[in-house]
T-cell receptor, first 114, second 114 residues
């Protein structure tokens, strides 16, 4: 069975600094996809970034980047130049095979301090 | 207008009542999903549908049923609501794209069962 682990229930960062949110996963598959979602206090789930297991480069989307270390089975989200609006819950998720369901981690609550 | 809408956004009901949560999408996606989120936990899949004639159980389908009325509409029913079904419910949609298939979420429905 696959499992996603987010070991940081809560993280704090100063505005304009970078922060890394950890995600490790457990799978025996060679091909899979990794996703990060943001959930602000309003509740909606917002897709941030995707990383494929065979992608040679780390994914980037604006201020978001993914530090993907396949051998360590980790897919950490890096947010650069944090903004107050980045305060939210962040979820890491994985898909094993095409069309299969997403498995979510328990989330990390990020607070950006002014 | 939002691509994925859910109605109602908030609902309070009593134990034993039947309720329906509705989801509509304008993204033109074939695949639709229902998740629930409990405090401190990630999302768990209840049911999913890959097209109008395809309905599949997720990891926590007991006590729930679904109906895919059209490509754009996917409803979740609680036949006899119980307090431990109090949660935040999300509908999501996706378009087949291999591993990079991304799920897009509605705003969520907060359900309280008394």
């Amino acid at each position: 069975a696959q499992k996603i682990t987010q070991t940081q229930p809560g993280m704090f960062v100063q505005e304009k600094e970078a922060v890394t949110l950890d995600c490790t996963y457990d799978t025996s598959d060679q091909s899979y996809g990794l996703f990060w979602y943001k959930q602000p206090s309003s509740g909606e789930m917002i897709f941030l970034i995707y990383q494929g297991s065979y992608d040679e480069q780390n994914a980037t989307e604006g201020r978001y980047s993914l530090n993907f270390q396949k051998a360590r089975k980790s897919a950490n989200l890096v947010i650069s130049a944090s903004q107050l609006g980045d305060s939210a819950m962040y979820f890491c998720a994985m898909r094993r095979t095409s069309g299969s369901r997403l498995t979510f981690g328990e989330g990390t609550q990020l607070t950006v301090n002014p | 207008d939002a691509d994925v809408t859910q109605t109602p956004r908030n609902r309070i009901t009593k134990t034993g009542k039947r309720i329906m949560l509705e989801c509509s999408q304008t993204k033109g996606h074939d695949r639709m999903y229902w998740y629930r989120q409990d405090p401190g936990l990630g999302l768990r899949l209840i049911y999913y549908s890959f097209d109008v004639k395809d309905i599949n159980k997720g990891e926590i389908s007991d006590g729930y049923s679904v109906s895919r009325q059209a490509q754009a509409k996917f409803s979740l029913s609680l036949e006899s609501a119980i307090p431990n079904q109090t949660a935040l419910y999300f509908c999501a949609t996706s378009d087949p794209k291999g591993f990079q298939e991304t799920q897009y979420f509605g705003p969520g429905t907060r359900l309280l069962v008394l």
